[in-house]
């Protein structure tokens, strides 16, 4: 696997950008009664670059795969850490005060203005920050201002103050299953979407 590879991660969120799970637990819970997480990873001995501040990490559970649909031939998908490596793919749940973005900086592909539908290839994801959000960008070809989270991201990027990120996945090399994307709306009782990003 190329060192690419492991730095790509899929992201699940809520469309609501405002939207934030107030109980944590609650929702862990129902998500570990999907299957698709199971315990926590203790950041002693996990993976080190876990910052516990930002982000709760798990183990996928026993059913992952029935939720997150791997597109080719028999995927060999590392859950665990192992000595030659300790990037594998698993579970973070993230929590924001504020709306961030977070945006693909590898596969960038402009985002689409929600008031003329061009992409707005002045949008620097370059100089976007996930701490440093923009809440308004402005359209080069219609010159209007409109909110980031109305923005057409393609797949390549979300505004949310909550987000699910699955590690270790490139883009599109999964999917998740639309089954579990209704479970998710049913838990929060809000729509979810998903998006891939690289560091
Ligand atoms: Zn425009």
Known sequence: ??????????????????????????????????????????????????????????????????????????????FEARDDSDSFCHVRLHQYDEAVLIVNRKQSRPPHCPRCNKPVRSFDIEHQGEQASPQQILCESCHETSPTAEFNWRKMGGYARTFLEVTDIFPKEAIPQQSFLDKLDNITQTHWQYFYSCR
Do not use: N, W
Request: charged share 25%; hydrophobic share 40%; aromatic share 12%.
């Open 1 to 78: 696997m190329s060192s690419t590879y492991a730095e790509c991660s899929l992201f699940l969120s809520p469309l609501d950008a405002a939207f934030r799970i107030d109980e944590a637990e609650t929702f862990l819970s129902a998500l570990r009664e999907t299957g698709f997480i199971t315990g926590t990873i203790d950041a002693q001995t996990g993976d080190d670059q876990i910052d516990k501040k930002q982000a709760d990490a798990f183990y996928s559970g026993e059913r992952f795969l029935e939720h997150i649909a791997y597109m080719g031939c028999s995927p060999a998908v590392q």
